[in-house]
């Protein structure tokens, strides 16, 4: 599902790309989705490298493993547009010497498809919180150490905890 609502976003910016591939730039975020189960931090990345780990680190250091990371490189998405002639007679068109059947209602036919793909990997984790109550008290000292592709090529980032949601 959080894959889904990643390409929602992303694969509209990518279609503004030539010849149906893009290359977005690198996003990270992490939150508290809403709906989402309370004290679960979601990672989600477009990035050029596959997430393969991330850890909730503590002020005092100690690290929190994500409980799952999943990549799905390169995603595509295939665009298929309807159109429907539906309503309309050879006298709306201004053509009287077509005959009445050439045009039927409801007629119901398919555009070309295309098909926009990501030249990047989506990436997505779920990070449970050791102690929701630590966390709420301290959240802004907490950070998400981020490690993305396998060697020869990594990167390590950092970012900032998100801040957990308002207590219903």
């Known amino acids: 599902m959080r894959l889904a609502a990643c390409l929602a976003i992303v694969l509209p910016l990518a279609a503004c790309g030539g ?12 939150s508290f989705p809403a709906g989402g189960v309370v004290d679960v931090i979601a990672v989600d990345a477009v990035d050029r490298l596959p997430l393969k780990q991330a850890d909730l680190i503590a002020p005092d250091g100690h690290a929190t493993p994500a409980s799952s990371v999943a990549a799905n490189p ?30 039927s209602p409801g007629i119901i036919g398919t ?23 630590a966390y709420r008290r301290n959240w802004q000292k907490y950070r998400i ?8 090529q990594t990167e390590t980032r950092e970012i900032a905890a998100p801040a957990p949601p308002a207590p219903s």
């Open 111 to 133: 555009a070309p498809q295309s098909q926009t793909q990501l030249l990047a990997v989506v990436s997505t984790a779920s990070i449970t919180l050791p102690d929701p109550v």
């Open 74 to 103: 390169a995603p595509a998405q295939n665009f298929s547009p309807q159109f429907t002639a539906g309503g309309y007679s050879s006298t709306d068109f201004g053509v009287s010497s077509i005959g009445s059947n050439a045009l």
């Open 145 to 152: 150490r981020l490690r993305f592709g396998d060697p020869p």
């Open 19 to 30: 010849a149906g591939e893009s290359s977005p730039s690198e996003q990270v975020r992490a």
